[in-house]
């Protein structure tokens, strides 16, 4: 069995367009979940009865198979005051189902959050989306920009967040990595004004993007709950990755648990689930006007193929540690 430390995830993903590789990889395992080839369960959380809700001592459970890839994976974390502490895939060669490495998750997880959200930009994003907008400057904001670039000619990224600091590390390290525009904003108003694309990675359950900010044409994409409210859903054509995690999340997913029980959305009212657009099955963007809305709640079939991805880079490289585990 192969352990990977977060830098042998690291050095695993130096040269080569890594992202757009990631976006490719996580493209195929939807395209397989389309088919009805893979299988994955709903994220469980485990909370001990002295500190309930999921911001306070949690573990985290993610489990999914994807036969046609040769893998299977667990993703397993734990959180704490809304933080997650300790992040690892236990990865599985689904011909005999023995262990066949234990990765480290933090780095490559804003990869493995990422990529959906390429292949949904690659579909739902108008053809001549030059623009980005984001609030938010943390290591998935990193990430969603670096997907969308992967599949998009963008020109343009405008990027706000509460702390100017992050704004300017996130600016230096994106112009380096893309060698496109990367204009820091002083408001979340501003950095989405004009954009093609709109993106909110923020901690979540705090509204920071207005319906009013919604473009005919635009193509928003959410990260984490609570980012928006009910009247950016009800204006949208509403797009997911496993309806029935992000309606049927826990703790209840903003704002879609409130429409839900008020009666004004329901599993329905979501125009298909990306797995199928990627497939074909089902259309993705229909005109150039429409507003789509795009949001994964996170599914174990990414970890599944993203852990393989990177298992097989590292393999190739020498990287990682043996370990003589389940040995007799």
């Known amino acids: 069995m192969l352990f990977l430390t977060e830098q042998d995830v690291k050095a695993a993903l130096v040269g080569g367009d890594a992202y757009k590789e990631a976006v490719a990889v996580i493209e195929d395992v939807l395209r397989q979940q389309s088919a009805g080839t893979t299988h994955h369960l709903k994220r ?23 036969p046609e890839l040769g893998a299977a994976a667990v993703r397993l974390y734990s959180g704490y005051r809304g933080t997650n502490q300790s992040e690892i895939i236990c990865l599985f060669d689904w011909s005999d189902m023995r262990m066949s490495a234990i990765i480290s998750d933090v780095y490559l997880h804003a990869i493995r959050t990422a990529t959906p959200y390429g292949v949904a930009a690659k579909y739902l994003a108008r053809e001549n989306a030059r623009t980005i907008g984001i609030i938010g400057s943390g290591r998935y904001a990193r990430g969603m920009v670096q997907a969308v670039c992967a599949v998009r000619p963008i020109e343009r990224v405008q990027v706000y967040s509460r702390d100017p600091a992050n704004v300017k590390a996130f600016c230096d390290e994106m112009r380096e990595a893309l060698r496109i ?3 820091p904003c002083a408001s979340g108003r501003e950095a989405m004004e004009g954009a093609d694309i709109m993106i909110t990675a923020t901690s979540g359950n705090t509204i920071v993007f207005e ?19 009910e009247d950016t859903v009800l204006r949208s054509r509403v797009f997911l990755s496993a309806p029935e995690q992000v309606l ?4 209840p997913r903003k704002p879609f648990n409130t429409l839900i029980a008020s009666g004004k959305f329901g599993p329905g009212d979501v125009a298909a689930d990306i797995c199928d657009v990627a497939a074909g099955k089902k259309p993705g963007r229909t005109a150039d006007d429409e507003i789509i809305l795009y949001e994964s709640a996170g599914l174990a079939l990414l ?7 990177v298992y097989q880079r590292a393999r190739a490289r020498g990287l990682g540690t043996e370990l003589p585990f389940g040995e007799h």
């Open 44 to 66: 469980t959380t485990m909370t001990h009865p002295a500190h309930p809700g999921h911001l306070w001592h949690n573990i985290r459970i993610l489990p999914g198979m994807a």
């Open 181 to 183: 525009e990367i204009v």
């Open 211 to 229: 319906a009013e900010w919604l473009m005919p044409g635009t193509l928003l994409m959410s990260l984490a709950p609570g980012e928006f409210g």
């Open 248 to 251: 049927g999340d826990e703790p």
């Open 303 to 309: 970890d599944v193929g993203i852990g393989h991805w």
